[in-house]
Structures are given as structure tokens and as C-alpha cells.
């Protein structure tokens, strides 16, 4: 062959294959581009340095799959709230029966329904007894508890691994809440993975409100320090990806620092009731609280907390002894029960604090009193022997 058609001819070959090499190149761009998702990046091993701004990295990129819910009125929340604990973790081992008493009721927003206390979530069995809910546009809650099980086995698919839930553990609180137990930490990496991981497939579900319990066991009580806003940043990232809105609050007690308290949307205590349906008007609890120095159980509704808050919810708190709120309030005869919610139900909301009327909630297990599907649990639900359900629905539906 003539010299100069094989110089034409290997040219040709090789602007071909480099055309060839560019055009894969292109395609291949554009084929990575078509679903984008930036995958989580691990935290720093020391927490608070390196973080970005949203406290986890690059925010996942999420193609809702339906309609996001409708954003949460705090208003309504505070007006139609109720408590309905572990609802969607089948607490009280009742949950259709629970459902049904949902679905009827006046009920707009389900305070801690799904529970994580010493249990990771379950979020199959919560979506399956969410799915027998049949009233519209309720929103649900989910508690993130100040106590994890360090032998629980739970799958993180990210990084296709079981959870290390002993390296969650603040320092010194090893058996907290009985053996193999522990209050978890946002200074230790695991655990800021974990929470991220669990608020991720709750929003995922529908879940729109989110509260940390006793939040001064799981974070640094100062903004400057504060690893929680990071954790809550993600939170807000993620929820504005799927186009939904979340609220977050927290169990604060007797925490006072403004700057702290208004990180949240809401903070969340208990009443302080009186056998007789009275309450104080301190801002200590004087079961615990006789003069300066002793411990403080916040009433959050006083001015010394309100007035540095968002917003405020108020509860007939529980902790499975008697003397409690909800023990004292189940111990009342029926008519005080009703009387009792009817007051404090107007006296709070009066006051554009939030009070939630129970529907689900834990008791002293020898309590002497009324009680729902077990002893260990309270129901207004008629078939059961408190029967408040008509009281309760009048208070929420403000038919008074």
C-alpha cells in the first residue's frame, strides 16, 4: 500500500477510537447523573471537628415517591393532642384494637407513637398498625429515647454492618437502666449514625414530630458545644429533600439557657397533678422540690421556661411508679378524670401551651386503678374499665 494512504489510514483509526473514548466518556456522565444520591459521609472520629453544616456531610438526595404529608399545624398540635405511646411499637399488645380507637377519636396529632426505648424501632410492624389507622391527616410522633439496649441487634445497610450500640454509650453510664443498658451520646459517633439512620425511615413512613428524651443525658446543654444542632440540621436537610416539614423537640427540664431552648420547636413536660386534679404554679415540682438546691422537676409551662421557649407541651408524665401523673390521674373516679381534662385541657391552651389528653400511656403495673388493654397500661377506650373516651373526645373537639 502507498505510504501516504497508510499515514491517512491509521490517522483515521486513531480519531476514531478517540471519538469513541470521549462519546463512553459523555455517556457515562450522563448516566450517573440520571438518579443522583450523595451517599452518607461517616462523622469525624472526634465529633465537632470537620463537621459541615448539617452535621453528617452531603445531604441524601430523595425522589418522593407519593404526596408528602401535609405540613403539621402547631396550633392544632397543641389544641388536639394526644398521647398514644408506643402505639406504633404495639405497646399495650393491643394495636387494632388502639386503631380503631384512633380513628375515631378527635385526635390530630399522636405524641411518642412510635417508641425506641431499650428497643431500636421496628418500622415494618409500625407501618402495618399505622396502614389500620383510618382517619386522614394525622400526624404521628416519635421519641428518641435517653436509653438503649448495648446488646440489641439492629442492621445498618449503609455500611452493611450490625449497629455497635455499646459504642453509643456516654461515659459512666454503663447499666443506667438496668443491665446491658446505657444513655447514649451524641459525642460518640455510632450514635449519631444510628439516629440519623432510624429519623431517616421514620420520615420515610410519614413520621413528621420528633422529640429527644432528657436531652441533657444525650448532649452537651450549651449552643457553643451543642451536637445535637448538627444531628437536627441533617434532620431539617433530609426532611426538605422528600419536600415534607418536621418539628423536633426535646425533654429540657430545667435547662434556662434561651439560646439552648430555642433550637427546638417545641420543649415537653410533665403536669405535677394533685390527687384532688390541682396543680402548682412553681416552677418546681414540690413532690422533689422543698427549698433552694434540691432537684428541680421542671413545670414547663412557668414563666421562668415558657417565656424562652417556642412552644411548650405539657402531659400527664409517667415513669411506672406510683404517685406518678398518669397513677394519679387513674386513680381518680371517673367524673374527677373528666373534670381534671376538661380544666387543664382550657387552662393551657388558654395560655397557648400545648396539653395532650392520654390515649395511650404506661402505669404503675399494681396501680390500684382503672386501666386499658393490660394493667401496665392506661385506655379511655369504653370496652375497657376507664371509659373517659366520650369525656376526652368533647375536651379535644372544644365542646365545652
Known sequence: ??????????????????????????????????????????????????????????????????????????????????????????????????????SRSNCYYLHRSLETWLRPPDFELAQKIKARVTKPDIVYGMFIAEAIDTKADYFYPPEQRDFEFA???RDGSKNKWGEHTCQPSFEKREYMLYVQYITKQAMDMGIQSFMFGQVFLQDANDPDRSLLNAVMSSMRGYAQSKGMQIVI?????????ESYLRMFDYIEGGVGLHA???????????????????????LLWHNKFASKANN?????????????????????????????MKKLHKYFTSRDIGFFLPFLAPLPAENGSCYGPK????SPDNKYTCQDEDALNTVLSNDQ
Not at 394493667?375 to 392506661?378: A, D, L, M, P
Open 1 to 102: 500500500m502507498h505510504p501516504l494512504l497508510i499515514f491517512i489510514r491509521s490517522h483515521t483509526i486513531a480519531l476514531s477510537l478517540t471519538l469513541m473514548i470521549l462519546l463512553m466518556g459523555v455517556f457515562i456522565v450522563l448516566k450517573s447523573t440520571e438518579h443522583p444520591r450523595i451517599p452518607d459521609i461517616p462523622l469525624p472520629e472526634h465529633p465537632g471537628q470537620g463537621l459541615t453544616d448539617n452535621g453528617f456531610g452531603p445531604i441524601e438526595t430523595v425522589t418522593p415517591k407519593e404526596t408528602p404529608p401535609t405540613p403539621p399545624s402547631m396550633e392544632r398540635m397543641k389544641r388536639q393532642g394526644c398521647i398514644a405511646d408506643g402505639f406504633l411499637s404495639d405497646y399495650g399488645e393491643n394495636a387494632g384494637s388502639t386503631a380503631k380507637l384512633i
Open 167 to 169: 459504642k453509643m454509650c
Open 249 to 257: 423537640g426535646a425533654q429540657t427540664n430545667d435547662i434556662e439557657d
Open 276 to 298: 384532688d386534679g390541682s396543680i402548682e404554679d412553681g416552677p418546681c415540682f414540690s413532690r422533689w422540690w422543698k427549698k433552694e438546691g434540691d432537684w428541680c422537676w421542671a
Open 312 to 340: 411548650v407541651f405539657i402531659h400527664l408524665d409517667w415513669s411506672g411508679r406510683s404517685g406518678d401523673d398518669m397513677s394519679t390521674f387513674a386513680r381518680m373516679s371517673q367524673n374527677d378524670r373528666a373534670k381534671a
Open 375 to 378: 394493667k401496665r397500661f392506661y
